[in-house]
């Protein structure tokens, strides 16, 4: 393959901003194909609290890693580099053009630039971490990360216990900060990437957010939720709009609570997207009102 005239098109941004709408566009626009960096929508149980691409859109350009996967198999971040990268190396044998779309930066990286490596630490770190997550809550983890490694604090989900904690023990069994072995050797990649990311006033995503929340309720979101209460403890279960909802379902929350926590917890969710993905310089920025023709045009001009 020449790398010189093969390009991924990244597209990112926050959650509810309408990245699968403009990738549906460019897809048709350069007659390709489009892969998913959404780590939630590769679930098929999950199919409405992760706003993945409706029966509609999946029929105008073709997905991949879209409800590939069970929420009962184990899978990470670096089993999706390895598939993404393989299933980019046969696209890339039909088309000079791919289109990558979602809002996982972690899973984003991956693709673009490959996964970084840590050393090996000693396993009861992390046995102790669990232990005080047992006894003392996720907070007192958090600031122990805001301590150790402000920088990752700022970066990585700090919501997600298993995040904090694999920070965490890279940073006391290693002695250095998690985030100084993030960005070192990676694998070079025989594609060029083009990152778009697509963004808005705060208000306007916040707003955003909260109707597509009220959206999924409508679409039935509870009974899907109600559907995978019994797969609750499962990790893929351990995130926004499925959570919140199971507190309801236990009748621990009220349901307007429920849904206002779910609301909140998705805007702290894209607050921190926005974070990740302004660290990177190459990003061309564009309103997410933008027309498709001018963010068209832009990767033209990239291209040449």
Not at 7 to 18: C, Q, R, W
Not at 96 to 107: A, E, F, K, P, T
Request: contains cysteine.
């Amino acid at each position: 393959m020449n790398s010189q005239n093969k390009y991924l098109i990244s597209i990112v941004g926050p959650t509810a901003i309408g990245k699968t709408s403009l990738s549906i566009k460019l897809a048709n626009f350069f007659n390709t194909e489009i892969l998913s960096a959404d780590s939630r929508q590769f679930y098929k149980e999950m199919q409405i609290g992760t706003a993945a691409p409706t029966a509609e859109e999946l029929a105008q350009a073709k997905h991949h890693f879209i409800h590939n996967k069970s929420i009962e198999d184990i899978y990470n971040v670096g089993t999706f580099e390895k598939e993404a990268i393989a299933t980019l190396d046969t696209l890339f044998k039909a088309h000079d053009v791919v289109i990558m779309v979602g809002g996982s930066g972690l899973y984003v990286d991956a693709v673009t630039k490959g996964l970084d490596y840590f050393p090996e630490v000693d396993k009861s770190i992390r046995e102790r971490l669990n232990l005080e997550l047992l006894e003392n809550g996720l907070e007192t983890l958090q600031l122990q990360l805001k301590t150790l490694d402000i920088d990752a604090y700022n970066t990585i989900a700090i919501d997600n216990p298993k995040r904090v904690i694999r920070a965490l023990e890279i940073c006391i069994g290693s002695g250095k900060p998690y985030s100084s072995f993030l960005n070192k050797d990676k694998n070079n990649r025989n594609f060029k990437t083009i990152t778009i990311g697509l963004t808005a006033e705060r208000a306007i995503i916040y707003n955003r957010i909260n109707k597509r929340v009220d959206i999924m309720i409508a679409d039935g979101q509870l009974e899907e939720a109600k559907s995978l209460l019994d797969k609750q403890h499962l990790n893929a279960l351990n995130t926004v709009g499925y959570k919140e909802l199971f507190n309801y379902l236990k009748e621990e929350w009220t349901l307007d609570f429920a849904i206002e926590e779910m609301k909140k917890n998705s805007r702290r969710f894209a607050k921190r997207q926005l974070t990740w993905f302004k660290r990177n310089e190459d990003t061309v920025w564009f309103d997410y009102e933008t027309e498709s023709p001018e963010i068209i045009s832009k990767v033209q001009s990239k291209m040449q």
